[in-house]
């Protein structure tokens, strides 16, 4: 089915020329859009969802563009900037033939509010917004939200869950009760369903099950190696698998300089990435990575969600992520688009159990692999009575946290 049979005018068709055809969940998702309804749409990492929802809010714009003066109709949250920064760049892409020039501030913190504030001066089409920032903006009078016809939460169960909470909740108090409300993600963990259902009004669901030659190329291997030898280990896989770039995650801010450190000091370009560093380290350290101007970005869960890197062969968790839905979206930063790729996870004989928890909860069994040279030495700690949790894995305060909601 071609992107024209869609309903979208061929202003936006146009901008579409490099691709083919939509992909599932654009197919699925475009004309559901541009009929009004509420939308959840669930889908694989890198499947396009970013276009499912722009596509038709844009072609949404068309009809209401000669509004005078701009009000902000459609707000697009995010829980990260550099995915803020990410989906400004393809709404602008998507909107270069357009007949009239749409405007679209992207609000985010970690820099100066003063541009954001200028920027708005005049109103907007499209805010794209992490809550917090968007938060100040109002706060400071920089704009106003009572317009706002179409909400987009894009990550949604990741801005539903309780990190959020009451940022969201502000954000949702500020905008008209009637309105379009689109929630996307690859995953929606069940916790997080009944929050959905409380925004959402007789939403139609979209459930992407790609069929097995749509579905991502990501090779998954887990490899049992020792916590101290997983920097040599990192650095000889680096060399023997040739990958030409290497996303690797890490638990900690410490650990991502410390690895990146390594590596460097080993003559493999390495650059730190968490949430420490300034907006502008940040954004140059992705935007080199992206650049290839280095190798190895080693990352915090700040560039598990959404981050669509081009032609990333390969993703290493150096420590294992904290939950289940973590590892799908740090393994959906490869294999993008219907390009391959491989994800690697280090086990160490105290991560051993949580990977199987892991595993357990995505339906997956992977072959434990050791690699010579590097065997593990290691034995694996008792069963700590006391904490009850799996040893070696200390509850986060959001885990207390959610306990705590849930009564436990
Ligand atoms: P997303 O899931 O939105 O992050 O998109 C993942 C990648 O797929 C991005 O690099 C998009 O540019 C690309 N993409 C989006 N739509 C299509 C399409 N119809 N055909 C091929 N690639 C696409």
């Not at 979209?206 to 920097?231: H, L, W």
């Not at 065997?375 to 986060?396: L, N, V």
């Amino acid at each position: 089915m071609p992107f024209s049979s869609l309903g979208l005018s061929d202003s936006l068709v146009s901008a579409l020329s490099q691709y083919v055809a939509p992909t599932p969940v654009q197919s699925a998702a475009i004309p559901l859009v541009l009929k009004g309804g509420d939308v959840l749409a669930t889908a694989q990492t890198g499947s396009g969802k970013t276009m499912a929802f722009v596509l038709p809010l844009l072609q949404r714009w068309l009809a209401t563009r000669m509004e005078k003066p701009r009000r902000v109709h459609t707000l697009i949250l995010v829980p990260t900037r550099e995915l803020a920064a990410q989906v400004t760049k393809e709404v602008l892409r998507c909107a270069v033939h357009l007949p009239e020039r749409l405007k679209v501030v992207s609000a985010f913190g970690g820099v100066s509010i003063n541009p954001q504030m200028m920027a708005l001066r005049g109103g907007a089409d499209f805010i794209i917004a992490t809550p917090g920032r968007l938060l100040d903006l109002v706060d400071h009078n920089a704009l106003q939200l009572n317009h706002v016809s179409a909400l987009v939460l894009d990550e949604a169960d990741r801005l539903l869950d309780l990190g959020f909470a009451d940022e969201l909740s502000r954000v949702l108090a500020l905008l008209p009760k009637r309105r379009q409300n689109l929630l996307f993600s690859a995953t929606f963990p069940e916790e997080v369903q009944s929050l959905a259902d409380q925004i959402l009004h007789e939403p139609t669901r979209i459930e992407i099950e790609s069929a097995p030659a749509e579905m991502p190329v990501i090779e998954q291997r887990a490899i049992e190696v020792d916590t101290a030898q997983r920097t040599p280990l990192l650095r000889h896989l680096i060399k023997t698998e040739g990958w030409k770039r290497v996303l690797v995650f890490v638990a900690k801010q410490y650990t991502a300089e410390h690895v990146a450190d390594k590596l460097r000091r080993h003559g493999i370009g390495a650059v730190a990435f968490h949430g420490e560093l300034s907006q502008g380290a940040r954004m140059q350290a992705l935007a080199e990575f992206k650049d290839s101007f280095f190798q190895v970005l080693v990352a915090t869960d700040l560039a598990c969600r959404g981050l669509d890197i081009a032609q990333l062969p390969a993703v290493v968790n150096y420590d294992l992520p904290r939950s289940a839905v973590d590892y799908t979206h740090r393994i959906g930063r490869t294999g993008r688009a219907g390009e391959a790729g491989v994800a690697v996870s280090f086990i160490a004989a105290e991560s051993h159990a949580h990977f199987c928890l892991i595993e357990k909860r995505n339906h997956l069994s992977l072959v434990r692999e050791q690699i010579p040279g590097f065997e593990p030495m290691d034995q694996a700690p008792p069963p700590s009575p006391s904490t009850g949790g799996i040893k070696g894995w200390r509850k986060s305060k959001k885990d207390k946290l959610r306990e705590a909601a849930a009564g436990l």
